[in-house]
Each structure stands twice: as C-alpha cells, then as structure tokens.
C-alpha cells in the first residue's frame, strides 16, 4: 500500500475490543477474508470481556492507525496467549507500518514477533526490530487462500463420513488441535511447533457447542480425522487447523472433509478461506485441487 507524499500517520492504542470494533469496523468490512483474524479473534475477545472472562497476563491490545485527514488506513492488534506474543499487522502504507512500530517502543513495549500481511508485517518487524537493536528473520511464510464461489468447489470422496464434534470428543479434540502444531512444523521443515493458541478443554468445549469442530469417522466407526473453522465474521468464515494423524494419512479424509465443510460455509452465505504453510507442498496442493485460490501472503516474524 503506497504512502501519500508528506502524510503523517497517528496511532492510536486500545485495550478495549469494543471500542477497536467501532474505530475499524469500516476497514475490516473492506476486505473481510484479509482481516479475518483480526476481525475474529477480536469479537471472541468482545464476547469474553461482556461474559466477565479474567483479564489475561499476556500483552492484548489492539491499534489503529490514521493519515492525516484522519482516515483509518491500518490496524493491528497484540492478543497472542503463546511467545513471543506477537502483533498481528493489516495491510497498510509503509509509513504508517513505521509509525506504529514506533508508537509500541515509546509505550516501553518491545516487539519480539510480528505476522501478518505483507509487506506490512515486514516493515513493522524491521522497524521494532531497528529500535531493539535486533533483527527480524521470517520464521514462517503462509499463503491465504479464499475458495471463489460454490462453482468452483471440487467435490473429494472418502470412506466414511463427517459429522460434528459431540462433547464425548472433546479430549481428542484437545490433543489432535496441539498435534497439529508440532506436525504442520514439521511439514514446513522446522523444529519446534507451530506458534498457535493451545487447546483447553474449556475452550474446546466451547467449539464443540458452537458447532465449529467437524471430525471424519471411518466406515469402522474409528475418529481418523478433524476440520475445524471460525465462526462468521463480516460474512467471512476461516477453515482449520485440518489434522489427520500420520496413520490415518493417505485415504483422502483431508479433502473430502475441507471440501464438505467448504459446501456449508459457502451455502450458508458465506465465504471461506484458510491458511498454508508455503513450504508445505502437500497442504497446498490438497486445497488448490478442491478450489481454492490464494489471494495474499503473510508471514511470522521473530526477533533475535
């Protein structure tokens, strides 16, 4: 996003979900499946403050970012529960990147980890990382991809079916959604896990009750399998993670099971789209061939 000549970008930082929502509600809207994780994880956080959830002990807040006319052009926000607790950063101009960089070390707050869209993220990562005296190196390249429409959805067969996730699964749910982390690593060559929200069995059960966890069972009866996805927000809905177990690989219940949960989030009226790792040839394959199509790419930065 190109800087107009001579702007300068004001920052302004929240701890109040709500009153973010009511500042960037208009720039969320203008590209809902962009912003998607903004937009969901900030009305969780809006749904957890009204039900009297504790505060938590990690960095949350959220920004947005104005030129000179007063104009939102960016927005970001620090809610991540797992370190280094990183920002998450919107599209915005480079500049306005800078200036919110900047806004976060005047505030005595150091950045260690920032994802988001690029080159956005980029620029921010590089400015905190200037102030801290460090570098920022990309830890993980993911593609954002967005099926078009109900027409462009490739059906995938499977043996078995999908069903919803009942509260009896719960426990499984927990232990394939921390898999998922250390396995998606893996996949992409890393060590270590994937940098993502651990599981609890509250919050699971949460999902389950939602209707937001879908699992893949054998004509056995065997659990082989787990979708899951975000609920709506601004008419957009998110799919994953998607974990198969390594010895349950190879029967195609990924893409029947992204497909089927594809179809009810399109015919609901919504519009899906999910993330891959780049390096993960095999996550990226699966969901072109069911029709998806990528439409952005962001990264995870760390400093060191």
């Known amino acids: 996003m190109p800087d107009s000549p001579g702007t300068a970008y004001a920052v302004t930082l929240t701890t109040d979900p709500a009153a973010f929502l009511r500042e960037a ?14 937009a969901t994880v900030t009305q969780q956080a809006v749904a957890a403050d009204a039900a009297g959830d ?4 990690h960095p949350r807040w959220w920004a947005v970012v104005r030129d000179g006319a007063g104009t939102v052009v960016g927005a970001a926000m620090r809610t991540a529960p797992f370190e280094p607790h990183p920002a998450y950063v919107l599209p915005m101009p480079e500049e306005a990147a800078r200036a919110l960089a900047r806004a976060v ?5 150091r950045l260690d980890g920032v994802n988001g869209a690029l080159p956005a993220a980029r620029v921010v990562a590089d400015e905190a990382a200037a102030l801290a005296g460090a570098e920022a190196v990309v830890d993980e390249h993911l593609v954002l991809w967005e099926l078009p429409g109900l027409a462009a959805l490739v059906d995938h067969d499977a ?5 919803a996730a009942e509260p009896d699964d719960v426990p499984l749910c927990v232990r394939w959604w921390d898999a998922f982390a250390v ?4 996949q992409g060559g890393r060590e270590g896990a994937h940098p993502m929200d651990r599981a609890t069995e509250e919050g699971m ?12 069972e054998s004509p056995g009866g065997e659990v082989v399998h787990l979708t899951a996805h975000t609920g709506s927000a601004y008419g957009v809905v998110r799919v994953g993670p998607v974990y198969t177990p390594r010895q349950h690989r190879g029967h195609g219940y990924a893409s029947a099971a992204v497909a089927q949960v594809t179809r009810r989030v399109l ?3 919504d519009r899906a789209c999910l993330f891959t790792d780049r390096a993960n040839p095999t996550s990226n394959k699966i ?4 029709g998806y199509r990528p439409v952005a790419e962001t990264a995870n930065l760390v400093l060191r």
């Open 183 to 186: 396995d998606s690593a893996e």
């Open 287 to 290: 969901y072109a061939a069911i």
């Open 159 to 163: 043996p078995g079916r999908l069903r």
């Open 54 to 57: 504790p505060a938590p002990h």
């Open 105 to 109: 070390h005047e505030r005595g707050e």
């Open 205 to 216: 059960a949460q999902r389950v009750a939602a209707g937001l966890v879908r699992l893949w």
């Open 25 to 38: 509600s208009d720039l969320l809207a203008a590209d809902p499946v962009v912003t998607s994780v903004v």
């Open 267 to 269: 015919e609901a009226g």
